[in-house]
């Protein structure tokens, strides 16, 4: 099997109402998705959609200037020799993960098709026919942010994840205070600075904080001010936009400077990199989170196979995109959430079938 063209489709995904968090607020999105051709016939698809140009180093436009230097390199390569395939990538261009992640997704979509299984099969199995997602709250008033944790809970959520920053501390405090006093005994909290919090102001929250159980996700901006104030937070410490990379997960894990990790999929380079740090979190006992920034049916599902396979006892679920999205690019299959739970997809490969009309004529193509 080798690889016959590349093509490049832009997706505009217009945001249902708006996301805010603590530095940036998006209402309209333009997802890139990639689908590979293969000389027998069959065809993959991956997808990156970073969430704007300010969140973190990645935006739209830098990942579809990265395939367009990747792409040509790849043809003539046989996708299903995915490390190969990765290798590739790296000798025509150094860095931009995010936009090679759509090629790696792409590649093993194929696989499970070549082989007629699933993604999740070919990472070990599914522990289960659903996995648990999480609801992001954005950063809104108190009051509000309690209604909308009771409604969710109610809904089947077992976890509610807090937007905080950006705003007074005393604020984001009460809060979370309210929202605390709205669930019910056994859901999980999780306040999520998005790297926004100076470290006094994360020392206040926490100390004002300490009798609520919940995990502080990302609430600086660099390791060093996280290692500096770690022992004198009183909860535990999840990593988010500072892991980039396998490298920088095993650094901030060696030093003992996280409790657990909000993992994003096209961040850290694709299923091939997010399964390697789904082992390592396996091997040192840390829970973690397989989701991605943003994106429709073909992100959530490479997150959804992921997943599946990760221990439950470690799992903290997958968030995706899709409540704040209309429509799918497979209206039968498109991921969806039920009751705080997602469905495994059945079919082989990630089990998403885009209707090609919906992605239009291709912005680019290579082969």
Request: hydrophobic share 40%.
């Amino acid at each position: 099997m080798k690889l016959t063209a590349i093509n490049v489709y832009n997706v505009d995904l217009p945001v249902v109402g708006s996301y805010r968090m603590a530095t940036t607020s998006v209402s309209f999105l333009q997802s890139t998705v990639v689908e590979l051709v293969t000389d027998n016939g069959i065809t993959g698809f991956g997808e990156t959609c970073p969430v704007g140009p300010v969140y973190q180093p990645q935006h739209m436009l830098g990942a579809r200037a990265a395939l367009q230097e990747i792409g040509p390199s790849l043809i003539g390569l046989d996708p299903r020799n995915i490390g190969q395939l990765n290798r590739a990538m790296d000798l025509a261009l150094n860095g931009s993960r995010y936009a090679k992640a759509a090629i790696d997704i792409a590649a093993w979509d194929i696989c499970g098709k070549s082989y007629g299984r699933r993604v999740c099969d070919l990472l070990g199995g599914a522990t289960g026919e659903t996995i648990p997602t999480y609801y992001s709250i954005i950063v809104k008033a108190p009051e509000e942010a309690a209604r909308e944790a009771r409604e969710r809970q109610l809904e089947g959520y077992s976890r509610i994840q807090v937007k905080i920053g950006g705003r007074h501390i005393e604020e984001d405090i009460e809060t979370l205070h309210r929202v605390q006093e709205a669930l019910k005994p056994g859901m999980r909290l999780a306040a999520d600075a998005n790297r926004s919090l100076t470290s006094r102001d994360a020392l206040f929250l926490s100390q004002r904080c300490r009798d609520i159980s919940m995990v502080m996700e990302q609430p600086c901006n660099t390791m060093e001010e996280i290692a500096a104030i770690r022992h004198q937070l009183c909860h535990p410490v999840y990593m988010d936009e500072l892991a980039e990379d396998v490298n920088g997960v095993m650094r901030a894990i060696s030093t003992g400077l996280v409790d657990g990790f909000g993992l994003k999929l096209t961040r850290v380079g694709g299923i091939s990199a997010l399964a390697t740090v789904r082992d390592i979190c396996e091997t040192r006992g840390l829970p973690h989170t397989c989701d991605d920034s943003w994106g429709g049916d073909i992100i959530a599902a490479a997150c959804v196979h992921v997943g599946a396979t990760v221990a439950p006892s470690r799992f903290e679920g997958a968030w995706i995109a899709a409540p704040y999205i209309e429509g799918h690019y497979d209206e039968e299959n498109g991921i969806k959430i039920d009751g705080g739970r997602i469905k495994v997809p059945t079919g082989p490969g990630l089990g998403i079938t885009p209707d090609m009309s919906k992605l239009g004529s291709p912005i680019m193509s290579f082969g």
